[in-house]
């Protein structure tokens, strides 16, 4: 059954906890108009609105697109490495549409972008990129979509296919008597059924190369269904999916051979381990060309590989593991993993199947429930402040919350990738290679037993992160995205601003996840300690006493960067 689900209005901290973990973040504005809101009231404002695509990059050198299934690079285009690094750019402004239904539309892209990821130097291909991230975004919100195949598992058929996944895990090499298992593995090991649940043995392994819920002979069984594929260099193919397609217009890799003869396809029956009930996979005759596979056989045979894969409770199990670490907290014992999946992710799992693997009502139950608010009970973590921000998350997230214009990418190009591109190097300098993952597994934060998300913070990182915020607002250093720390304030809090106190507080109730019963006096604060706050108090003051604040506050805008130096620098900020 799901979740239990939060009664009546958020109220200001759970609102901002929403909104830090279901987009990258808000405006004072936005938080203000949802802690109005109930749970229910939130979501559907988050999830079920009916959005446009976004408009598609543009290369400022030509002016025009260049990844429409038509279009085609020319030698006026810019080189296609820049062209990879204008199209991250373009992911990095979706993110911060002001809307925030749009940007958690984007969040979901993002979601699943660390769960099927890529990694730019291997896939090389601006057009892959783009294709690949299109069609995490028509799966993304698949509740939204009445067609009952717009869904996680279709989403894996599709993925199997995908120019730029057969590209980054050799499925081109993948033929019929030599078989490349990379992809196989990768499929069975982080896509979908995983490898047990974090830090503990289930069951007991029967010999080598089992990893109890899959075997090595699954790996190579696997292989060979997949055998007989290549990416399609030129991006036409995008007619041949047995329809209906419910990603019509992305381009797709093809088989070897022809459409009527994948030749390099095995197409010898397929045997797979007792951890998949033994099954057997082989082409359907009806869709042969009389002994020959073809387009249509082959991919059939990866869906029956899908549908065995994910009739496997582990299997959804381990998506929903990914789905809480990713909007709620990852654990970092063996005990806390447990204790997650008894309260948590059991109920997620039976959600999955029950809307037949589409995620969306998953996250959005997920979002609604007593537990994403209160934790508590079974769990150890409170998951207010239970994540350390990505810096996607904490960059993002700051220039949303200050409401930093982006320049128009259609009228302004080369300005739009230019602060796009600022963007990208801020989360390289603060250790997010963003399209570069270390690994095929993605990165690290995201799925790595038991550091999970304090991957993120190293000593060199930290200090970058400090780097970004002490840059953005110091009206002194140069920098080519600024904030105005006093027109922001006049602009926002200007009721509050003269009492230094109650400044402090305000702002605190926004930046910091831990805001409950601020004060300043020994004995009556739950949420920051008093020393914090006099401290953040004593920066803020300088070597002024608090009535020269409340008479002079307004003459000199550099008092505010001192405020908002010392609270976007703190531990405390660093935490969504």
């Not at 290549?230 to 381009?251: K, L, M, R, S």
């Not at 381990?273 to 596979?293: K, M, V, W, Y």
């Not at 409770?313 to 063996?334: L, Q």
Request: with cysteine; proline share 6%; hydrophobic share 40%.
């Amino acid at each position: 059954m799901p979740l239990p689900e939060l009664a009546g209005s958020l109220g200001l901290k759970r609102a901002a906890h929403l909104l830090r973990r279901a987009t990258c973040g808000a405006t004072k504005q936005q938080i203000d108009t949802f802690a109005t809101y109930t749970p229910v009231q939130a979501i559907t404002q988050l999830y079920r609105q009916t959005l446009p695509d976004p408009v598609l990059p543009i290369d400022p050198q030509t002016g025009q697109t260049w990844v429409t299934l038509t279009g085609q690079l020319t030698e006026a285009n810019t080189e296609d490495s820049e062209l990879q690094e204008f199209f991250k750019g373009w992911f990095i402004g979706q993110m911060l549409n002001p809307s925030l239904a749009y940007a958690a539309r984007e969040r979901l892209v993002m979601f699943l972008h660390t769960h099927f990821t890529t990694i730019q130097e291997k896939v090389n291909s601006s057009r892959a990129l783009y294709f690949q991230n299109q069609l995490f975004r028509i799966f993304a919100l698949d509740a939204l979509n009445a067609n009952p195949d717009v869904n996680i598992k279709e989403l894996t058929v599709r993925i199997s296919i995908d120019n730029a996944m057969l590209i980054l895990l050799d499925g081109t090499l993948n033929v019929k008597g030599s078989p490349n298992e990379n992809y196989g593995r990768e499929l069975l090991e982080l896509y979908t059924i995983g490898r047990g649940l974090e830090g503990n043995i289930v069951g007991t392994p029967d010999g080598d190369g089992d990893y109890v819920v899959y075997k090595e002979q699954d790996v190579q069984a696997a292989a060979k269904v997949l055998s007989g594929w290549e990416d399609d260099t030129d991006f036409e193919v995008a007619n041949q999916y047995v329809a209906p397609d419910p990603a019509a217009g992305i381009p797709h890799g093809t088989v070897k051979g022809s459409i009527t003869n994948a030749s390099s396809h095995d197409n010898d029956p397929k045997t797979f381990s007792n951890r998949l009930d033994d099954t057997i996979i082989e082409a359907d005759p009806l869709l042969l060309n009389g002994a020959d596979p073809t387009f249509e056989s082959s991919l059939d045979e990866i869906r029956q590989l899908v549908d065995l894969i994910y009739s496997k409770e582990e299997t959804r199990k381990n998506i929903c593991r990914k789905i809480y670490r990713f909007f709620v907290y990852g654990p970092h014992s063996a005990e806390a993993s447990q204790a997650v999946d008894n309260a948590v992710i059991t109920e997620m799992a039976n959600t999955l199947l029950d809307n037949n693997y589409k995620i969306q009502p998953v996250i959005e139950n997920l979002l609604r429930s007593q537990h994403f608010y209160e934790a508590g009970g079974t769990i150890p973590d409170d998951n207010f402040g239970g994540i350390i921000k990505s810096p996607l998350d904490l960059v993002v997230g700051t220039l949303r919350f200050f409401n930093v214009p982006v320049p128009d990418m259609a009228a302004a190009p080369q300005q739009f990738y230019d602060f796009t591109g600022e963007i990208l190097r801020q989360l390289d300098l603060q250790g997010m290679k963003f399209y570069q993952p270390y690994d095929v597994a993605g990165y690290e934060a995201y799925h790595q037993f038991p550091l999970y998300h304090r991957f993120w913070i190293t000593p060199n990182s930290i200090t970058r992160r400090y780097d970004f915020m002490r840059d953005l607002v110091t009206t002194s250093r140069q920098f080519p995205i600024k904030v105005n720390a006093y027109a922001y304030v006049t602009a926002n809090f200007a009721a509050v601003a003269p009492n230094a106190r109650n400044l402090l507080i305000e702002l605190v109730k926004y930046l910091f996840p831990i805001s409950d019963n601020i004060d300043f006096n020994d004995g009556t604060n739950s949420g920051l300690t008093t020393a914090r706050m006099n401290y953040f108090l004593a920066v803020m003051l300088q070597t002024f006493d608090e009535a020269y604040w409340t008479a002079e506050w307004s003459t000199n805008p550099e008092w505010m960067e001192y405020i908002f130096n010392a609270l976007l620098q703190s531990p405390e900020y660093q935490l969504a």
